[in-house]
């Protein structure tokens, strides 16, 4: 059995990890690499042949694990893609996404150089398409038989909506071997999403790394957090929140505690915009799948109904409808995408917003340096928006509340939960180096083998 870490080596973007068994090669995740190092048309060259590779499992939606499915089946990939049936919608959902920022920033580019076209996207509908017709959906915790000496069991990982960790156990030569792929790993008791399940025993554990060396606050929840914060800027002053959010999973996450939030009364009423198409067709998909909801969220559901539904709470179905709050002059709270600032909707609203005294802009997640969003978090005192420099009087602030990470604690709990004496190694990937370092050495501290893989390392198993 060999083991070749392809992606989110050193990194956190382009997750792909190649295991081959004999002949049959299985792929975990196909990620897009979106690191700023990378050039777009990189992730066209795959290091293998695509038609060889026999399953690809899918460990969640995000794109940095599904991504360049579609590239892979453009180049020649032909058989199933192995996934949780939210997983394969929010796949679905997230890659034609894609195509939609593929062509924008072609038609951008291509304005700027006045040329007649720009770069060529990775892929278009059709592919992605193509992408979809080839999910087969399997349920969590039910073994699953790839073939006469590999069986596949997908374990809840928390973080998102269907994610999960993979397990493969695996006969070889008269021996049993396990393998698991944690995927992301989510925390415990967040919002809408289930907590992650430990894993069984194993003899090799790829683990992501992303929050190796940092460790949430523990001093508000997201709903003390909001409350918080709606009253000292919707309620004790007549001004406007905005959230930033991703349009899948911290979207949902963040309506449904608003809505427990408003729905017991805690507030009094404040009018809500979710300004995000995408988010607009997730929460379809939450409802589709409610039975995999946590149990706080179907409880609730039981005794209010719909969790993405309730009074003073407005879906923006349309560009004019988004362009109109700006003319909005009671108090609301806001809530668009990108949870970064780079695109999207949020960007009128910053336009309008950021020399506003009576504005609050509250960070829910993580911005990458270069963002608006780390100018912002950073205290910068005018940003460059829409080719004006803007001054910032609008007060930012942030919460980690709603991270779906696991941090430090939570990696290290999950590794040391297996028996280091059968364990043989730790591969950490999906993480930057510092991070990888700092969990690396805490578990080899405690008497685990950790290895932290360049990107096509190829271990013998």
């Known amino acids: 059995m060999k ?209 190796g060396g940092r460790y949430h606050s523990k001093d508000e929840t997201i709903e003390e957090t909001l409350i918080r914060t709606i009253e000292e800027t919707c309620i004790k002053t007549p001004g406007r929140l905005i959230i930033p959010a991703f349009s899948i999973g911290r979207t949902q996450a963040l309506v449904y505690s608003l809505n427990k939030i408003f729905s017991t009364g805690k507030l009094p009423p404040v009018k809500i915009f979710v300004d995000s198409p995408l988010a607009n067709y997730a929460t379809e998909v939450y409802r589709k799948h409610h039975h995999y909801l946590n149990e706080d969220a179907q409880s609730f559901y039981n005794y209010n109904g719909d969790e993405f539904e309730f009074d003073n709470l407005h879906y923006v179905q349309n560009m004019k409808e988004s362009k109109s709050l700006s003319n909005y002059l009671e108090p609301c709270i806001i809530v668009s995408s990108a949870g970064m600032l780079e695109g999207g909707r949020i960007q009128d609203h910053l336009y309008h917003n950021l020399q506003n005294y009576y504005c609050t ?30 001054a910032v009087y609008a007060k930012i602030t942030r919460t980690d509340a709603l991270s779906g990470h696991a941090d430090h604690e939570d990696l290290v709990n999950l590794v040391t939960s297996q028996d280091k004496a059968r364990l043989k190694s730790v591969f950490l990937v999906h993480g930057e180096p510092e991070s990888m370092r700092m969990l690396g050495e805490d578990l080899m501290s405690r008497g685990y083998a950790v290895s932290i893989p360049v990107k096509g390392q190829l271990f013998a198993l």
């Open 3 to 211: 083991l070749t870490i392809w992606g989110a080596a050193e990194q956190v973007t382009g997750s792909m990890h190649l295991l081959e068994v004999g002949k049959y090669k299985i792929l975990i995740d196909c990620g897009l690499d979106y690191e700023k190092s990378t050039r777009q048309e990189e992730n066209e060259v795959f290091p293998f042949k695509p038609s060889e590779i026999d399953v690809v499992i899918l460990t969640h939606a995000h794109i940095d694990h599904s991504g360049n499915l579609p590239t892979l089946l453009r180049m020649g990939f032909e058989g199933q893609i192995l996934c949780t049936a939210p997983t394969a919608d929010l796949a679905e959902l997230l890659l034609l996404d894609s195509v939609n920022l593929f062509m924008g920033r072609m038609r951008k580019k291509s304005r700027r150089s006045r040329s007649v076209s720009g770069p060529r996207p990775l892929y278009l509908q059709k592919h992605v398409m193509e992408t979809a017709g080839q999910f087969v959906t399997i349920g969590f915790n039910r073994p699953f038989r790839l073939n006469g000496d590999i069986e596949l069991e997908l374990i809840p990982s928390g973080h998102l909506l269907g994610a999960a960790s993979v397990v493969l156990k695996i006969n070889e030569n008269g021996s049993t071997k396990t393998i698991a792929f944690s995927g992301d790993v989510g925390r415990k008791n967040y919002p809408v999403i289930v907590d992650p399940l430990p894993l069984p025993q194993v003899d090799y554990l790829v683990c992501e790394s992303t929050y």
């Open 361 to 390: 802009i509250l960070f829910v997640g993580y911005s990458a340096k270069g963002t608006l969003g780390h100018r912002l978090l950073r205290g910068d005192q005018f940003v460059h928006l829409r080719d004006r420099e803007l």
